[in-house]
């Protein structure tokens, strides 16, 4: 009975077949069989469109669909077709390594089963599958590319509906066309980070400050003389827009600021004149009588106090006046009159010379001072005023 062959042209010897030959035959099946399973083959598909077949030699070492790996080149000038024989089932390592802009489609000789194509740029390797279907043996891409669907080193692929989590990311992120989008500083033992939220209909997504510390700042620093540019009309503080403008809001840098809108309370032009729409007060304070009176001028400039007795007032406190300073004191006779004060020596009065208050119960004295930066000055008095 004579030999038979396998798909992938393996001989299968019949019982008394090939005396005195079957040590060869057996290591002919042998080298087959490494060949198989790890052989590496170049084949040229190198030319205009046509079709190449991958064959099976029979006990021979021959058959290019008899190795795992196959490289397929040469330049192409047109879509190439590339055959596996009908029957075979195996599974294959090839690379599309031809140079030209054209398609490379693998499949079975015959038949309408599956097959698989090189785009006009994949010049990469695929992992195939022939799974030796009769009459329309299939060839399926097992989806382990260097170009397509497989991550590797140093290959670049487009992830898709893919989750990363706790991803460790090197000094940059590009966009798609590689040019940086954000490049990235670690620091050693780092405990603060920022949280971006994405939000629903409606609502703001949010960069936070996130961490271990409990108080958290963020820093935007722009390069050189760059600045931080917020869009016009888009700026918040909190959930109440902010309306002024940029150069209202430079309102003390007066030579810049020019006249702003005559809509606002606080105007200034180019010649450091500011103006005030409306009345500009300061509350009327009431001191507490005692046999010492403190007047604390910066929380109450303006401020009375009725004597109950003879009084001493004391220097003006309060944190940092300045100089230029104005405030004023209306002394008020209670019910019986003829109270007194002792004015502070940081008072100081024309020909150093104390007024003498009016005695008449009831009637007032206003004093006005203005501060040099050492004393607090007078700049004018009316006495014997009556109040109601």
Known sequence: MASTYTDLGLELMATGENAGTWGTKTNANLNLVEQITGGYLEVSIAGGAGNTPLTVADGALTGKAQNRIIKLTGAITGNQT????????????????????????????????????????????????????????????????????DVTLTGTQTLTNKTLTAPKIGTSILDTNGAELFLLTATASAVNELTYANAATGNNPTFTASGGDTNIGITLTPKGTGEVVIAAGNLN?????????????????????????????????????????????????????????????????????????????????????????????????????????????????????????????????????RYNGAKWLEVGRNLALTLS
């Open 237 to 369: 503080y909190g959930a109440t827009a902010v309306t002024a403008t940029g150069a209202e809001l430079n309102y003390s840098d007066l030579a810049t600021l020019g006249t702003s809108a005559a809509s606002k309370v606080l105007t200034a032009d180019a010649n450091n004149l500011t103006t005030v729409s409306g009345a500009v007060a300061n509350v009327e304070d009431t001191l507490t009588d005692g046999a010492t009176i403190t007047w604390n001028v910066i929380n109450s400039p303006v401020a009375k106090v009725t004597l109950g007795g003879n009084r001493t007032l004391s220097a003006p406190s309060g944190t940092t006046p300045i100089s230029g300073q104005f405030v004023s004191l209306l002394a008020i006779q209670d019910g019986t009159g003829g109270r007194t004060i002792s004015w502070n020596a940081a008072y100081e009065f024309a020909a150093d010379t104390a007024p003498t208050l009016t005695a008449t119960a009831n009637l007032g004295d206003l004093f006005t001072f």
């Open 82 to 149: 590339v055959t596996l024989p009908v029957l075979m089932e195996n599974f294959y390592i090839i690379q599309n390594a031809t140079t030209g802009a054209y398609t490379v489609e693998l499949k079975a000789v015959s038949g309408s089963g599956a097959t698989v194509t090189w785009a006009t740029t994949d010049k990469g390797w695929k992992i195939l599958y022939a799974d030796g279907v009769a009459t329309n043996t299939g060839v399926y891409d097992t989806g382990f590319s260097t170009t397509d669907g």
